[in-house]
């Protein structure tokens, strides 16, 4: 890009929001397992201390040699180890989690019976799974060369299914707490009617004395 970054200011900008956007999808799941558990502090701390080594992937594509090719344009030769590197650092984060969210599974499950499906949906537990396989999944294809060369294409595809997922997960969680609020708000005005006619006061003058 003329007047632009250069390629290696380009690999660089990649490189790191790449493991910066992996690290904020891991800790968006590890807050979700945190609360799901109760607040568990031991999944807190142990979520953290696999969350650790992220920013390793990205040093080593940092110090990975550049150069610009004719037919791909700006690319960074990593190392064969990479790929590896990559999946080491993101199973142990990926098993936590997976554990986690399947023992929640379970638990509402047996408190539930089949209706369990639904309030996993509602509260996200489902989508959260969905997120930890396709990373694991995304990262297995990675490390073992599925599609060759075209494998660290699965590193973008992890990232599109997680994004989607993310963002379709906050705006139905967005919507929930609407209808929720709602809901509240029409029991509290039915609860303060018989409230405001008996002892004869406004409505709104009642309701912000009472709030």
């Given at each position: 890009?003329?007047?632009?970054?250069?390629?290696?200011?380009?690999?660089?900008?990649?490189?790191?929001?790449?493991?910066l956007?992996?690290?904020?999808?891991?800790?968006?799941?590890?807050?979700?397992?945190?609360?799901?558990?109760?607040?568990?502090?031991?999944?807190?701390?142990?979520?953290?201390?696999?969350?650790?080594?992220?920013?390793?992937?990205?040093?080593?594509?940092?110090?990975?040699?550049?150069?610009?090719?004719?037919?791909?344009?700006?690319?960074?030769?990593?190392?064969?180890?990479?790929?590896?590197?990559?999946?080491?650092?993101?199973?142990?984060?990926?098993?936590?989690?997976?554990?986690?969210?399947?023992?929640v599974?379970?638990?509402?499950?047996?408190?539930?019976?089949?209706?369990?499906?639904?309030?996993?949906?509602?509260?996200?537990?489902?989508?959260?799974?969905?997120?930890?396989?396709?990373?694991?999944?995304?990262?297995f294809?990675v490390?073992?060369?599925?599609?060759?060369?075209?494998?660290?294409?699965?590193?973008?595809?992890?990232?599109?299914?997680?994004?989607?997922?993310?963002?379709?997960?906050?705006?139905?969680?967005?919507?929930?707490?609407?209808?929720?609020?709602?809901?509240?708000?029409?029991?509290?005005?039915?609860?303060?009617?018989?409230?405001?006619?008996?002892?004869?006061?406004?409505?709104?003058?009642?309701?912000y004395?009472?709030?």
């Amino acid at each position: 890009m003329p007047g632009g970054t250069s390629c290696r200011q380009a690999v660089w900008y990649a490189s790191s929001t790449t493991t910066l956007s992996s690290l904020c999808v891991s800790v968006t799941l590890l807050q979700k397992a945190y609360l799901a558990h109760g607040r568990s502090k031991w999944l807190l701390f142990a979520g953290g201390a696999f969350l650790l080594p992220q920013p390793l992937t990205a040093y080593i594509l940092l110090v990975s040699p550049i150069h610009m090719a004719p037919s791909i344009g700006c690319s960074a030769t990593y190392p064969s180890y990479f790929p590896w590197v990559k999946f080491a650092v993101d199973a142990p984060i990926n098993i936590l989690l997976s554990a986690a969210f399947i023992k929640v599974v379970h638990q509402q499950y047996r408190r539930l019976g089949s209706a369990a499906w639904a309030h996993l949906f509602r509260n996200g537990i489902q989508t959260m799974c969905a997120i930890v396989l396709a990373n694991f999944v995304c990262m297995f294809c990675v490390a073992f060369e599925v599609l060759g060369l075209f494998s660290e294409m699965f590193v973008a595809f992890d990232w599109i299914i997680a994004s989607t997922l993310l963002v379709h997960h906050c705006n139905a969680m967005g919507t929930f707490a609407n209808k929720q609020s709602s809901l509240l708000d029409a029991r509290y005005i039915k609860n303060m009617s018989p409230i405001a006619n008996k002892t004869g006061l406004d409505y709104r003058n009642s309701y912000y004395m009472l709030d």
